[in-house]
């Protein structure tokens, strides 16, 4: 059985192989293309092809149900039944595992399940490539440099359980980071964005977009730490946000350990987080953000069981109308708490209701006020309140009665998305986009900017 060999025939052969109780089989294809580039000019390109095969295997003792996890890459024939009887000895070495269930059935299948996988390659770039040229074109001519990569990876997922599973999803993944610099090195502006194929994608406008930042830069103004009214653009507020979600786990929660404890007992679901009418929200199904729309999970974890593998995923509303709606849960989890299964999706969008641009909204700017770029290097501080510090980058810009009249030093925060919610007085136009902080790991997502009266910017920064 070799690369050439078929996802689902590798799956169907380590199903075969088990002599435990019940096994899971995550065969993961891989491919991607990508462009970087520096300086106005591309520097290299690639193309790369890969193979995860997961296998998950599980003994019922007499204290309760073991698991065994290994993945292993680039599996051949020679490999499968080693790779299975490690799963099998793992999972009879471990202890019962608290998060056991039954493997989840009754499920139907793919139809595109023993189809081959979808791949990618340089063709993604077809129309993206060209267009790319013409902003380097103008770049040049405008006197700044333009840096920056364009990465497009597609996964095709074999999924295959003993109790009848066979399920298959295919997830394209793009994401674009462009960045541009006065020939000095002085001024730097970012734009980032992501796609599921690039053709949605315009450099021209991202190359205007930071022509135009790197202008208001030319006036340097110094501003001391302090509370500024401030404007968040969507790529900030997915970031702010993402970690919120990642830290909305229920168990955690109920044990009063997050800042979605209640104090003196259960959870704040029901709680007004926030005044405006703002929905966050995940669906499998979300146009343009589409995420696998069952559980795929690799390992157990706070938010994750191995044996949700399978389990259908359905629009899920985290905060509705500004309440707390929801918190994550697996199917133990769900059954320890005495909450809603509500497993994790790999999509997060913001909907606050409102239909002004971040550029309208900093022309409806009264007075004095801070729009950021982006967020970077966030870390948290206080797991009891959510409080997050990091440090802006790429370009701070000062506001004054409805115009931006310079670029601003950089800061450190230390703020909480929870917090952040319930002192917002304005969300803008929810559209997609790319976080900055966490788009290694997570790509879809759709925010608005937000207006905060009193983000604190708690120290001066000297980053860039």
């Known amino acids: 059985m070799s690369r050439a060999s078929k996802p689902y025939e590798i799956v169907e052969r380590a199903l075969e192989l088990s002599t435990t109780d019940g096994l899971v089989v995550i065969a993961d294809e891989h491919s991607s293309a990508n462009l970087r580039w520096a300086g106005n000019a591309l520097t290299t390109n690639g193309v790369t092809r890969g193979r995860t095969l997961t296998v998950i295997a599980t003994v019922d003792g007499a204290k309760g149900t073991a698991s065994g996890v290994v993945s292993r890459s680039a599996v051949t024939a020679d490999d499968l039944e080693p790779l299975v009887r490690a799963a099998e000895a793992a999972a009879r070495a471990a202890g019962p595992a608290e998060d056991a269930q039954p493997l989840v059935s009754g499920v139907p299948s793919s139809p595109d399940f023993t189809d081959a996988p979808a791949e990618t390659g340089s063709e993604v770039f077809a129309d993206f490539a060209p267009a790319l040229g013409d902003a380097f074109a103008r770049a040049r001519s405008g006197g700044r440099e333009l840096y920056g990569f364009a990465n497009h990876e597609l996964t095709s997922t074999y999924l295959g359980t003993s109790t009848g599973l066979r399920l298959r999803h295919d997830q394209p993944t793009g994401t674009l980071e462009l960045n541009a610099k006065s020939p000095d090195r002085t001024r730097s502006a970012w734009a980032g964005r992501s796609t599921r194929d690039f053709k949605d994608v315009d450099p021209a406008a991202l190359d205007a977009e930071l022509a135009q930042r790197l202008r208001w830069a030319e006036r340097r103004i110094d501003l001391p730490a302090g509370r500024y009214e401030t404007l968040l653009p969507p790529t900030a507020v ?227």
């Not at 786990?249 to 959870?267: C, K, L, M, Y």
């Not at 802006?392 to 810009?397: A, H, K, P, Q, S």
Request: glycine share 8%; net charge negative; aromatic share 6%.
């Open 238 to 464: 997915a970031d702010l946000l993402i970690y919120q979600l990642w830290s909305s786990t229920a168990r955690d929660a109920v044990e009063g350990r997050t800042v979605f404890s209640q104090p003196g007992g259960g959870t704040r679901l029901g709680e007004t987080l926030a005044p405006l009418p703002l929905t966050l929200r995940s669906d499998p199904h979300a146009p343009g953000l589409e995420s696998a729309p069952f559980v795929i999970a690799h390992s157990s974890g706070d938010s994750a069981s191995v044996f949700d593998n399978g389990l259908p995923l359905t629009p899920t509303d985290w905060v509705r109308d500004g309440k707390l709606e929801r918190l994550t849960t697996t199917r133990h989890t769900a059954a320890l708490t005495g909450l809603p299964v509500a497993p994790a999706i790999d999509n997060l969008v913001l909907d606050g209701g409102g239909e002004r641009s971040l550029e309208e909204m900093v022309a409806a700017t009264t007075g004095r006020a801070l729009l950021l770029t982006c967020l970077w290097y966030i870390r948290e501080v206080d797991p009891a309140t959510l409080l997050l510090t990091g440090l802006t980058r790429d370009g701070v810009y000062l506001v004054e009665d409805s115009q931006v009249v310079g670029e601003v030093n950089n800061f450190r925060f230390n703020e909480s998305p929870v917090d952040l919610l319930s002192r917002a007085s304005e969300a803008g136009r929810t559209e997609k986009t790319l976080p900055r902080e966490w788009g290694d790991w997570f790509t879809r997502a759709a925010m608005p900017a937000l207006r905060i009266p009193d983000f604190n910017m708690s120290s001066v920064s000297q980053g860039v």
